[in-house]
């Protein structure tokens, strides 16, 4: 019986891991010139944390985390409570007034499989820990459409202020009074949400409850003067970075922490649209868990919709090419080889081999199929000689290197590719 991977779990076999290392990459190229380091938090964390920070009257909490109800404890279902806890515990306020930290890595929530979503899922989040400056809400959105740009993926930017707590009350009685009007025509989940968290009413993806709140009360209208002059300096920063963005009332996040500036990137690539990367201002949530009185605001990008979107752009990267194939025929030729291919990659060269005892003619389909720059061919002859032969695989030009002074001249060619090492004794 043939045991295959769980529902909503996907294996990344080694073509696509290549197309993550390139995303990997590109992020955390664009987030190194923002200035951003890097923390990694467990996979395991009390129940407590997300109840306490995404709210316990959310989907997530309510249906869709991995608990451990006996221990109390939970796989992660997002980044940001992970790494609020991990900055509160290490005192990282103290150690440096504003922090820009990044992480990647898998998440979990017991929902729907679909394209582009698994149970199983990974996402880059970053967050700017420190500061309530409108300017940075702009350049965090910015630093997101940068690495967009730079993966050649195209997105809509849509934006929207969530108000605070002293703003917000007022907006919920309005927007309370608008649902009741209409709580005959709203799906179960809507009604549910309407009693509890009714900004979710707005967020519902249901055709008929999308028709039913069109006219609902915005909450930038209800925005206190504070409020009301952070999301404008937000938009004035956006605009003077060239960011083009939309506003959408009915953005309100499905996490209870967010306040003020909301935002996602969203695509309609992937069929109807979709976001691939959302996040907003929590300027009271570090103090909720514990912490000090201190404000963020943070963004997540999901890894499966961001592969899928360049895979369908046939964007797929080659895998890595090795720079030398040694390809040794006979025993006594294998048996050199192994030993030189390991001093070769010492010596920092990519480096690969057969140890079938293949032919000549087999082994360099393998080189070929590898993408070898060259191959080095060491026989019996060779051995008697002293010397080995190199086989540029571009042009097919050969020429003979003794192996006393082969690892200096294999620099020489691949210089810079191969930092300087001292030649040793190749057979050693």
Known sequence: MKISALNGFKDIVPDEVVLWRKVENSARNVFARFNFSEIRTPILEKTELFARSIGEATDIVEKEMYTFVDKQITMRPEATASLLRAYIQHGLHVQKPIQRLFTIGPMFRHERPQKGRLRQFHQMDVEVLGTPNPRVD???????????EELGIHVSLEINSLGCPVCRPGFRKALLAFIEDRGDNLCEDCTRRSK?????????????????????????????????????????????????????????????????????????????????????????????????????????????????????????????????????????????????????????????????????????????????????????????????????????????????????????????????????????
């Open 138 to 148: 702009a350049e965090l959105m910015a630093m997101g459409a940068m690495l967009f």
């Open 196 to 428: 509890t968290n009714p900004l979710r009413v707005l967020d519902c993806k249901m055709p008929g409850c999308r028709e039913q709140v069109e006219e609902a009360p915005s909450i930038l209208d209800h925005l206190c003067d504070e409020c009301a002059e952070h999301f404008t300096t937000v938009q004035n920063a956006l605009q003077q970075l060239d960011i083009e963005f939309n506003l959408n009332k009915f953005m309100v996040r499905g996490l209870d922490y967010y306040t003020r500036t909301t935002f996602e990137f969203t695509t309609e690539d992937l069929g109807a649209q979709a976001a691939v990367c959302a996040g907003g201002r929590y300027d009271g949530l570090i103090e909720k868990l514990g912490g000090p009185k201190v404000p963020g605001i943070g963004f997540a990008i999901g890894m499966e919709r961001l592969t899928l979107l360049l895979q369908q752009k046939e964007e797929i990267p080659e895998s890595t090419p090795i720079d030398i194939f040694v390809a040794g025929l006979g025993e006594k030729a294998s048996e050199f080889s192994f030993s030189l291919t390991h001093n070769l990659r010492r010596k920092s060269f990519l480096v690969a081999m057969d140890h079938e005892g293949r032919s000549l003619k087999s082994q360099m389909k393998q080189a070929h199929k590898a993408q070898a720059r060259y191959v080095l061919i060491i026989g019996e002859d060779e051995l008697e000689k002293g010397h080995a032969v190199l086989r540029n695989m571009e042009n097919q030009e050969q020429q003979d290197i003794a192996f006393n002074v082969l690892i200096d001249n294999l620099k020489e060619i691949f210089h810079p590719h191969v930092a300087t090492h001292k030649s040793t004794d190749l057979a050693a």
